[in-house]
């Protein structure tokens, strides 16, 4: 299986996070990739999320959908990337997990900090499933970003659960705390689409 490079070609992100497309940006384009955001109709794809079954099945479930969208349009061919993540809190059976978002909009990250509440093991992970859809084949690759929850929130940058998350392989600062830059470096979903990338590069030289 090969994959021509010749011209940069279009890989649709089904995402509506703006920073999530310019990381994509960052690590899929200098190894020739274009990445643009999916859209329907000019807006970004709303998706039937199966979140009890975990964050890859989610990302799976997403790029069936947004493969049957896309039937029978100019777009059919083009690869399609999706990207799910959470975050994992080891004292609460890695609750919120899938439903990170969900639970954040519901209880914020105060909420959370109350749920941990007198509890000494902070341990936590960030965890990134990326797939993407080439012709018939579709490629998986994950991250993982170890760290633990704080004991108050610290930090305006980021989004989600950032400024209550402190990486084991920082200085001690919070995401929340640090340069977008600093963070794209090290995080979940920066592993996996460099994973993602090397898997594409492999497949290219086949």
């Given at each position: ?76 061919y083009n690869p399609i990337l999706v990207e799910d993540s959470g975050i994992f809190i080891n004292s609460l059976d890695n609750f919120p997990g899938a439903k990170s978002s ?105």
């Open positions: 299986f090969v994959i021509m490079v010749e011209k940069k070609i279009s890989i649709l992100f089904a995402t509506s996070n703006q920073n999530k497309i310019n990381e994509a940006k960052s690590i899929l384009g200098p190894i020739g990739y274009k990445i643009e955001q999916l859209l329907i109709s000019g807006e970004p794809p709303r998706f039937i999320e199966p979140k009890s079954l975990g964050i890859e099945q989610v990302a799976i479930s997403k790029m069936n959908q947004a493969k049957h969208m896309l039937e029978n349009s100019n777009l059919a969900e639970v954040e909009n519901e209880i914020g990250i105060e909420g959370i900090l109350e749920m941990l509440q007198g509890v000494e093991d902070r341990r936590a992970e960030y965890r990134a499933v990326a797939v993407i859809h080439f012709g018939n084949k579709i490629f998986k690759s994950f991250g993982v970003w170890k760290g633990q929850i704080s004991r108050i929130a610290l930090g305006n940058n980021g989004f989600g659960y950032d400024p209550i998350f402190i990486p084991d392989d920082s200085d001690g600062r919070t995401c929340g705390q640090m340069k977008k830059e600093e963070k794209d470096n090290l995080s979940h979903r920066n592993k996996a689409l460099k994973n993602l990338s090397r898997h594409i590069k492999a497949r290219q030289s086949e």
